[in-house]
């Protein structure tokens, strides 16, 4: 059965309405940031990535948004849907280096 | 293709027992990672590879060892298995610093 993610923060949304989730990141030396999508017995599947020059980036019902000031990253799923219930991770890699460091996690939970 | 591949995907060993985690990909990946997956600590790197012969260590690397003779393949052992080992381990490969693939996994029980 699942046993990561037993205490992660959780964030519940009402299908068909938007949700977001945030993370704050460590590092200002990173310069790429990534989002992964994580289902129950599964590995992490990447969602989004945004480079340190963009201040948000779009893709198929996701935006990503990127406050380097306060070094704070967003991820924005409109129209929930059922199959985007999973824990969602925040990744940030930092410059000149193949070294990623990972946020815990937050659990989105889609109610019907 | 089959993308990033674990084997096994489940596995119990005694205290002091060694075993070694497979992890292969087909896409021709330089960049290859292990990452052990805790609760609540989200994935924290343990060793990494920029190419083949090529490996690095990451922020937990005590314990487990690496090497990359292929580009294909990059294993890992652990030479003497402990409680604190017990994890969800995950291997990922990528073509650079942009999107890593990941496998789907080994969960690692150790007694």
């Known amino acids: 059965g699942e046993s990561v993610g037993l205490h992660l923060p959780t964030l519940s949304v009402q299908e068909g309405d938007n949700s977001i989730i945030n993370c704050a990141y460590s590092n200002s030396a990173s310069d790429y940031f990534i989002w992964y999508k994580q289902e129950s017995g599964k590995g992490p599947q990447f969602i989004i990535d945004i480079r340190s020059n963009m201040d948000k980036r779009q893709g198929q019902r996701v935006t990503v948004l990127l406050n380097k000031t306060v070094k704070h990253l967003s991820l924005q799923i409109a129209a929930t849907q059922p199959g985007d219930s999973a824990v969602y991770f925040c990744?940030?890699?930092?410059?000149?280096?193949?070294?990623?460091?990972f946020g815990t996690g937050t659990r989105l939970k889609v109610l019907a | 293709n089959a993308g990033v591949t674990q084997t096994p995907k489940f596995q119990v060993l005694k205290t002091g027992q060694s075993m070694t985690l497979q992890c292969a990909q087909d896409m021709n990946h330089e960049y290859m990672s292990w990452y052990r997956q805790d609760p609540g600590m989200g994935l924290r790197l343990i060793h990494y590879?920029?190419?083949?012969?090529?490996?690095d260590q990451g922020e937990v690397p005590n314990g487990y060892n690496v090497s990359r003779s292929t580009t294909e393949d990059f294993p890992l052992r652990l030479l003497s298995a402990a409680p604190s080992q017990t994890s969800v381990y995950f291997c990922a490969s990528s073509s650079g610093i942009n999107e890593q693939f990941f496998g789907p996994g080994t969960r690692l029980t150790v007694l």
């Open positions: 590879s920029v190419g083949a012969g090529i490996t």
């Open positions: 990744a940030e890699n930092i410059v000149g280096t193949y070294k990623y460091i």
